[in-house]
């Protein structure tokens, strides 16, 4: 059997045709690559932060390095884990959802706020552009320090692949 000139331009869109599921999503230039990343901030003056960034299992404590459609199924969503240097903090773990290009993580801190002698509660929520990695914390908090009335503390933030 030969090929003759007709056939080869419906074999190349057969072929072409086929490839497309294997090409790479829309949102798939902007999404963070997994990988452990500097969190340089404004916020913390006696530690700083890695966050060990892996595919989103779909649970706040679950995370996978692993590219698997059963325990990672295509989200742009990715897990983070945050790991205080030194360990003087509380690591935390939880789903940074993705939407419209930006990336939004949200953390209970058992030790947001520094007090001299104790630590008290605060809520944070980290929002960075995924394609710039540069974003803010907002931190809410019921209690300041020494009877001070809550509030809200905004600060920056970027991202530094290691």
């Not at 999404?31 to 060990?52: C, F, L, P, Q, T």
């Not at 008290?120 to 914390?137: E, F, K």
Request: charged share 15%; aromatic share 10%.
């Amino acid at each position: 059997m030969t090929l003759t000139r007709v056939a080869l331009p419906a074999l190349a869109a057969v072929v072409l045709s086929a490839a497309t599921p294997l090409a790479p999503t829309a949102h798939a230039a902007a999404e963070m690559k997994i990988g452990n990343y500097e969190v340089a901030n404004d916020r913390w003056n006696d530690h700083s932060w890695v966050w060990v960034v892996t595919h989103s299992c779909g649970a706040p404590d679950c995370g996978t390095v692993f590219e698997d459609p059963v325990i990672a199924p295509e989200t742009p969503n990715v897990n983070v884990i945050g790991v205080p240097r030194p360990l003087k903090s509380q690591r935390f773990q939880n789903t940074a959802f993705y939407a419209d290009g930006r990336y939004t993580l949200t953390v209970d801190v058992i030790d947001g706020v520094r007090c001299v002698g104790y630590n008290l509660p605060s809520h944070d929520v980290y929002s960075w552009d995924a394609a710039t990695l540069a974003g803010t914390i907002v931190s809410t908090y019921d209690a300041g320090c020494y009877g001070a009335p809550g509030g809200t503390s905004t600060y920056t933030f970027g991202l530094n692949r290691m």
